[in-house]
């Protein structure tokens, strides 16, 4: 088992190292860019979200204007960057060095791939502050909307799953099975947006809050009250979350119930004259819930990374999905990059430890000789 785990780890690096160069050369190609976020403030044309963060890295530069970074009687000159014709060659060429856009691109990306393997992810662009640091503070909303969820997912689906397999073929089977079929054919952002029109005071109830995952007056509150309101904030955003998850988890269970019930062992206990009851959760519970718990690190990452852009940024929630997106529109790289590295390491060691959990619950799968 030791040999294996060493063999999966070395195979991260090329891993990581394949996923960010396509990313950094597809970045390349990405019209736009953070010059050009900085070009269009002075010149007073940037409507993105960058117009809307506070704290610009840039903001020495852009506070010198477009007086100062005008030069008077300068011709139009040409330029690789939309919206620099008329501003100092000098101003631009400042920009480039400040943001590392003076050096060629491999020696870039190679700088990149240094600072990554010491995990200095640099400075935000926009923001002044570290990457780091921003991902470390938006981490827990993130981590908080994915266990919740992934928790109720399993409440729901385990239950739901086993009595749909006791059940095979029934009204109850078929029911259920049509409700799950919609949840699953409807996308967490659309259920997201009916919940708002429905419940946060779109059109019909004001039962729960629009955004956030606490209310102004939190400090305020004692520590019960500050769980309720903290629950009370996560209902919503949760319910889109679970949608589409527990419809999956439902089917996988039943399936894997199935599979079990059907097996001659299980034809043996009952003719011994055991119960249902004691057959089905004394003998068949273990071995169909093998590839249920073990697939738990894989289901929370999936809710985790899949679930969080649209879900946070509808319901306003400070998370990894929120910084993402907005770093991805303002062409902030180094968040981008940042988080991409993080996603995909997260990815890696949790694929590798839902492995590690099927020989946790089941000694008989044995990894050591098997080749990654």
């Not at 060629?104 to 990554?116: A, G, L, N, S, Y």
């Not at 206990?269 to 071995?287: P, T």
């Given at each position: 088992?030791?040999?294996?785990?060493i063999r999966?780890?070395?195979?991260?690096?090329?891993?990581?190292?394949?996923?960010?160069?396509?990313s950094?050369?597809?970045?390349?190609?990405a019209?736009?860019?953070?010059?050009?976020?900085?070009?269009?403030?002075?010149?007073?044309?940037?409507?993105?979200a960058?117009?809307?963060?506070?704290?610009?890295?840039?903001?020495?530069?852009?506070?010198?204007?477009?007086?100062?970074?005008?030069?008077?009687?300068?011709?139009?000159?040409?330029?690789?960057?939309?919206?620099?014709?008329?501003?100092?060659?000098?101003?631009?060429?400042?920009?480039?060095?400040?943001?590392?856009?003076?050096?060629?691109?491999?020696?870039?990306?190679?700088?990149?791939?240094?600072?990554?393997?010491?995990f200095?992810?640099?400075?935000?662009?926009?923001?002044?502050?570290?990457?780091?640091?921003?991902?470390?503070?938006?981490?827990?909303?993130?981590?908080?909307?994915?266990?919740?969820?992934?928790?109720?997912?399993?409440?729901?689906?385990?239950?739901?799953?086993?009595?749909?397999?006791?059940?095979?073929?029934?009204?109850?089977?078929?029911?259920?099975?049509?409700?799950?079929v919609?949840?699953?054919?409807?996308?967490?952002?659309?259920?997201?947006?009916?919940?708002?029109?429905?419940?946060?005071?779109?059109?019909?109830?004001?039962?729960?809050?629009?955004?956030?995952?606490?209310?102004?007056?939190?400090?305020?509150?004692?520590?019960?009250m500050?769980?309720?309101?903290?629950?009370?904030?996560?209902?919503?955003?949760?319910?889109a979350?679970?949608?589409?998850?527990?419809?999956?988890?439902?089917?996988?269970?039943?399936?894997?119930?199935?599979?079990?019930?059907?097996?001659?062992?299980?034809?043996?206990?009952?003719?011994?004259g055991?119960?249902?009851?004691?057959?089905?959760?004394?003998?068949?519970?273990?071995?169909a819930?093998?590839?249920?718990?073990?697939?738990?690190?894989?289901?929370?990452?999936?809710?985790?990374?899949?679930g969080?852009?649209?879900?946070?940024?509808?319901?306003?929630?400070?998370?990894?999905?929120?910084?993402?997106?907005?770093?991805?529109?303002?062409?902030?790289?180094?968040?981008?990059?940042?988080?991409?590295?993080?996603f995909?390491?997260?990815?890696l060691?949790?694929?590798?430890?839902?492995?590690?959990?099927y020989?946790?619950?089941?000694?008989?799968?044995?990894?050591?000789?098997?080749?990654?």
């Amino acid at each position: 088992m030791l040999a294996y785990i060493i063999r999966r780890l070395l195979l991260m690096v090329p891993t990581l190292f394949g996923i960010m160069l396509v990313s950094f050369t597809v970045i390349q190609f990405a019209p736009g860019g953070p010059i050009e976020r900085i070009l269009a403030q002075i010149q007073g044309t940037d409507v993105s979200a960058t117009a809307r963060i506070g704290g610009s890295a840039s903001g020495d530069l852009v506070s010198r204007g477009p007086q100062q970074a005008l030069r008077a009687g300068t011709s139009s000159i040409t330029s690789k960057y939309r919206g620099a014709q008329g501003l100092d060659p000098e101003f631009i060429e400042e920009l480039e060095r400040q943001f590392g856009f003076d050096k060629p691109v491999h020696e870039r990306f190679f700088i990149m791939v240094w600072d990554f393997i010491r995990f200095d992810f640099g400075e935000s662009y926009f923001r002044n502050v570290r990457v780091i640091d921003l991902i470390l503070e938006k981490l827990p909303v993130s981590i908080s909307l994915g266990l919740w969820s992934t928790f109720l997912i399993y409440l729901i689906s385990i239950p739901l799953g086993i009595r749909k397999a006791v059940n095979d073929g029934n009204t109850f089977d078929v029911w259920t099975s049509a409700v799950i079929v919609v949840g699953y054919a409807i996308p967490g952002f659309l259920f997201a947006v009916l919940l708002i029109v429905l419940f946060a005071g779109g059109s019909y109830f004001d039962w729960f809050p629009l955004r956030g995952l606490t209310s102004d007056y939190w400090d305020e509150l004692n520590w019960f009250m500050k769980m309720a309101d903290y629950l009370w904030h996560l209902i919503l955003p949760i319910a889109a979350y679970t949608i589409g998850g527990f419809a999956t988890m439902t089917l996988l269970t039943k399936n894997s119930f199935l599979d079990e019930i059907q097996k001659q062992y299980v034809v043996t206990a009952r003719a011994k004259g055991l119960s249902e009851r004691r057959v089905l959760y004394g003998h068949v519970f273990r071995n169909a819930m093998l590839i249920i718990i073990a697939s738990f690190p894989a289901a929370f990452f999936g809710i985790f990374i899949t679930g969080s852009l649209l879900i946070e940024t509808i319901f306003s929630l400070d998370g990894l999905g929120l910084l993402g997106f907005e770093s991805l529109v303002n062409r902030d790289y180094p968040v981008v990059f940042g988080t991409l590295f993080i996603f995909s390491l997260l990815g890696l060691v949790i694929t590798l430890i839902a492995d590690l959990t099927y020989t946790l619950i089941d000694p008989r799968i044995d990894f050591e000789s098997r080749e990654v």
